[in-house]
């Protein structure tokens, strides 16, 4: 069994930044792992994956070049740097972990309780 936990999240003005943190505990750790965001009203949708043994990592087109994901191996974290921050990118962001990389949602066995990001204009 594996837990994960987000924190991180909160109000920003656009324009800012703000870094998300998921911490994993449970079971020996090797997953890809990604982020997903659901905005109010919104089906759930991929922001970003990391490949936890290679480092390969891949992004929405919404978020290229603005948000960076990234791990740290010890510490069985991975993070999510969003900086030049949009009102739509508001949504809840949720940390995910499967055993492959992928963009679809359905292949991501487990999940954090999710954390809210707020982007005012």
């Known amino acids: 069994q594996v837990q994960l936990v987000e924190s991180g999240g909160g109000l920003v003005q656009a324009g800012g930044s703000l870094r998300l943190s998921c911490a994993a505990s449970?079971?020996?750790?090797?997953?890809?792992m990604a982020w997903f965001r659901q905005a109010a009203g919104k089906e759930r949708e991929f922001v970003a994956y990391i490949i936890w043994s290679g480092d390969t990592t891949y992004y929405a087109d919404s978020v290229k070049g603005r948000f960076t994901i990234s791990r740290d191996s010890a510490e069985n974290t991975v993070y999510l740097q969003m900086n030049s921050l949009k009102p739509e990118d508001t949504a809840v962001y949720y940390c995910a972990a499967g055993s492959v990389a992928s963009g679809s949602l359905n292949r991501y066995r487990y999940w954090g309780q999710g954390t809210q990001v707020t982007v005012s204009s």
């Open positions: 449970g079971r020996s750790f090797s997953y890809a």
